[in-house]
């Protein structure tokens, strides 16, 4: 029969067995035989024979991301070795499930004595967005005899923090949309995406700087335009529209992306108008007069041109602002006039002299006055184009000899004297 210290019976004992040793004398006369009694005290010595156990095979924790704390179980941890007498030291240690020694998890405590509850503490903290879980192995060696060990199995949630803050796909961003666009008009969308999980990985959008010129979309990062203020209007409507690239071609907005966990991020956004042909080119004055003689090709201040120019509000070498000259007729029809020549520079030549004798009356209105309608036109899409009225101040010269209207006839005698008619 063999002895085991950890048996149920021995152990409660606490290894010490009292044995009871009777003798009986043997004969044939049984009614006389005798006996006696005696005990003694058996010590079972301990040896180190039994490897120390957890009480689970597996067991399943989490622990919350970027943390240096314990891990929660979803029940405790418990290692013994039934052996006793300094047999039941237990060593304990984290490994990776090929037994490599993982050192990102300390062992608390680190030695136990017979049983206890073991903890867990991260020292590494993990990154829910590198692993979701990881898989251990925890083991537990007897403290004489090394070949006396167990491992249970360690499955380890990591729960996601709001540890990253929302990032735009870009540092910045550029859009273009035309001047006087109308309400709704997409201009661009920035986007934004954040590596947490749930909650926090969901991104919403707000825009300012726009003075509620644009707006954004919280959920897709879609900016349009907000206002209807001059949308498609035409010439002078425009000079009130919220959009107006002659008042400022350059919107600077910032968008913030928040994440659900409250963290922010913020992004600049530029938005640039696109002109459009909205104004028609303005004469630098409203009306002009220049004068000449008949019979000259120079003007009276001794220029050989004079200049009838105009501005286009638009932007500057486009062909929105880009001007052409011609002079007109009452049907603001360009026409090649017979004694005068603009060119693409507003200059206004004499091609002919002028004879003021031949000036019709309706081209003189008054007496002298020679009146030429001009007209400046952009080069726009649908071109735009005023008009203005240059008057010729012909000066009469004394180029006609006197002439009769008629023929008379009359007579006189030979050798009438001075005063006979």
């Not at 006996?35 to 010595?45: I, K, N």
């Amino acid at each position: 029969m063999n002895l085991d210290r950890e048996s149920e019976e021995i152990s409660k004992v606490r290894g010490v067995c009292f044995i009871k040793i009777e003798a009986y004398e043997e004969g044939t006369e049984k009614t006389n035989l005798t006996c006696s009694t005696t005990s003694f005290a058996l010590t079972v010595d301990d040896i180190n024979d039994n490897a120390p156990n957890f009480t689970k095979p597996n067991y399943t924790g989490s622990v919350d991301e970027n943390a240096k704390i314990s891990i929660s179980f979803d029940k405790s941890i418990e290692v013994k070795d039934i052996d006793q007498n300094n047999h039941n030291n237990i060593n304990l240690t984290v490994h990776y499930p090929n037994m490599t020694i993982y050192s990102g998890i300390d062992v608390s405590p680190s030695t136990i004595t017979g049983k206890g509850i073991v903890l867990l503490r991260v020292t590494k903290p993990f990154d829910y967005e590198e692993q979701k879980f990881v898989d251990l192995v925890l083991k537990a060696v007897d403290g004489q005899d090394s070949s006396l060990s167990s491992t249970c199995s360690i499955h380890i949630e990591i729960h996601d923090t709001n540890d990253n803050d929302p990032q735009f796909n870009f540092k910045e961003y550029n859009f273009n949309v035309s001047e006087n666009s109308c309400k709704g008009t997409i201009v661009g969308i920035v986007n934004a995406s954040d590596m947490d999980s749930g909650h926090f990985g969901n991104v919403s959008y707000q825009i300012s700087g726009t003075n509620t010129r644009f707006a954004i979309n919280t959920t897709s990062g879609e900016i349009f335009v907000a206002t209807d203020k001059g949308c498609n209007c035409t010439k002078t409507e425009c000079d009130d529209s919220d959009l107006n690239w002659e008042k400022n071609p350059v919107f600077f907005l910032t968008a913030v992306a928040q994440d659900g966990g409250g963290s922010r991020s913020p992004v600049s956004v530029e938005i640039h108008l696109l002109d459009i042909n909205d104004n028609a080119p303005q004469f630098i004055y409203s009306k002009y007069e220049t004068s000449i003689k008949e019979n000259s090709t120079t003007f009276s201040s001794g220029d050989q041109q004079i200049f009838v120019q105009a501005t286009d509000r638009d932007e500057i070498n486009s062909p929105n602002s880009n001007i052409s000259y011609c002079i007109v007729d009452d049907n603001d029809t360009c026409i090649n006039h017979i004694h005068f020549h603009i060119n693409q520079s507003g200059a206004v030549s004499c091609i002919k002299e002028l004879d003021y004798e031949e000036l019709s009356v309706s081209s003189r209105g008054k007496a002298g006055e020679l009146r030429l309608r001009i007209k400046a036109c952009d080069h726009g899409n649908s071109p735009l184009c005023s008009t203005v009225t240059l008057t010729t101040f012909v000066q009469d010269e004394n180029d006609n000899n006197p002439t009769f209207n008629q023929t008379h006839k009359g007579s006189v005698k030979e050798n009438s004297g001075i005063g006979t008619s």
